[in-house]
């Protein structure tokens, strides 16, 4: 097949497959108004020029074919509805020659913010990004703080029982003293009894 006809009666088509042809060009797609998916893979097409009719268009598989301008993405400004678009596949193969433009892939996204996926790889616009993310408050909630106050504020030594702190420190210090005195000494006698046997 060498170029796309007889179809203008099939107003209600939804999928068309024209793969592996030799297909220069879209002529023919106008009447095609419910055409949700198009693949015309392995043609030689070289130009997206009759596609802006297909308002409901998808998905666009066109790989390995000739089209080797990024301005020919123009025509799909039109098709708010979408969503998938293949000029290669995910693996690099069968690439269009506009695939090896410096801004391909930006000037897609720039031009298609709607655009979910391109070459089989999931978009992340900035514009679609945070779509489901709810809305921000009008207004945003009132924060109570605490008035500060010192942390030890209401802690209490037990001075008021008549306690002095430092008699009663004094005392654990010096049974600590007495008990180290003896324990040193203790440590003194198995040093010198595990050498008298060595």
């Known amino acids: 097949m060498s170029k796309i006809e007889n179809l203008e009666e099939c107003v209600n088509l939804q999928e068309l497959n ?3 042809n030799e297909i220069p ?3 023919g797609l106008s009447r095609l108004h419910n055409l949700r998916k198009l693949t015309l893979t392995s043609n030689k097409i070289s130009s997206l020029s009759g596609i802006e009719k297909c308002h409901a268009l998808e998905h666009v598989l066109i790989q390995d074919n000739n089209i080797s301008n990024v301005a020919e993405i123009q025509a799909l400004i039109g098709l708010q509805n979408l969503k998938g678009l293949y000029l290669k596949n995910i693996d690099g193969s069968q690439k269009n020659p506009v695939c090896e433009h410096p801004s391909y ?3 897609i996204m720039r031009q298609l913010p709607k655009l979910t996926v ?3 790889e999931r978009l992340k616009h900035s514009s679609t990004l945070y779509a489901d993310a709810p809305a921000a408050p009008s207004s945003a909630p009132q924060v109570v703080i605490p008035e500060s106050k010192p942390w030890l504020a209401d802690f209490t030594w037990g001075d008021e029982d008549g306690v002095d702190v430092d ?6 210090q010096r049974r600590f003293d007495t008990l180290n005195q003896e324990a040193r000494k203790l440590n ?3 040093v010198s009894l595990l050498s008298h046997y060595q």
């Open 18 to 20: 024209l793969s592996g």
């Open 25 to 27: 060009s879209l002529d």
């Open 167 to 172: 008699t009663l420190l004094g005392g654990v």
């Open 188 to 190: 003194s006698a198995a």
């Open 105 to 107: 892939r930006s000037s």
């Open 118 to 120: 391109l070459d089989g």
